[in-house]
C-alpha cells in the first residue's frame, strides 16, 4: 500500500514527502490553479528519486501524446495523467504501444477502469468522493476495480483519488486498495493524532515530575 500526497504546494510537499516516506506527488490542471504552482517549479520541488504525477490539459489525441512527452522531459520520474475520455484512452494505447506507461484518471466505474487497463494504462485513479456525488458508492467502486484486477491478474495499480473525510481513506486501506492519493488537509489528519499527541504530552509531562527532565540524559 502506497500513500501519494495530493498537492501542488512547494512548502507542503517538502514538509510532508520525505518526512513520511510518502511514495510520491500527485496533481491536477485544478490543482495547480488553487494552489497558484506553475509546473515546472512543481516539477523541481519534489524530492529526487519520488514520483511526480503530472495531468495533460488537451482532449485532441495528437496532443495529448505531445504533451505528455514535454511533462516526461521535465524530470525523471513523471507519469502523465490522461483523462479516460475517448481520445484519452486512445492517447493511452498509443504511448503504451512505446513502452510509456501513464495514469489513467477521471475514472467512475468499473467498466472504464477495465478499458483504460485494455489500452494500457499503468494506473487508474477512481474518484471517489466525485462518484459518491453521483449517489453511487465511491469507496465499493474502488474496490471492485481492486478486486477485478486482482482476480483477473490484470497489471495495474489503483490510485484512489477525491476524498470527502478519512472514513473513505480508511475504508480502503482496510480494503486492500494498492494506494491512495490524500490532500494536504486530511494528510495532516492522519499523522497528527490528536489522541496520540496527548498521550504523548503525558508521558513527557510523567517523566518531567519524575526527573525534572523533558527528555532522556543516559549520559
Known sequence: MEFYL??????KIENYVEAYNVKGVTSNPTIIVKDGAE??????????????FL??????????IEETKKLMSLREKV????????????????????????????????????????????YVAPYVN?????????????LEIQKVFKEQKIDCKVIAASFKNLSQVKELLVGGIDAVTVGPDLFEKIVNNKNAVSASEDFISAWEKYTGKDHLDLD
Open 39 to 52: 509546473i515546472k517549479k512543481l516539477a523541481a520541488s519534489v524530492p529526487e528519486g519520488k514520483v511526480l
Open 79 to 122: 507519469v502523465v495523467k490522461i483523462p479516460a475520455t475517448p481520445n484519452g484512452l486512445r492517447a493511452i494505447k498509443l504511448l503504451k504501444d512505446e513502452g510509456i506507461d501513464t495514469l489513467a484518471t477521471a475514472i467512475y466505474s468499473v467498466q472504464q477502469a477495465l478499458m483504460a487497463a485494455n489500452c494500457g494504462a499503468a
Open 55 to 64: 495531468q495533460v490539459i488537451s482532449d485532441e489525441t495528437d496532443k495529448i
Open 130 to 142: 466525485r462518484i459518491c456525488d453521483l449517489e453511487m458508492d465511491g469507496v465499493k467502486v474502488a
Open 6 to 11: 495530493d498537492s501542488a504546494d512547494y512548502e
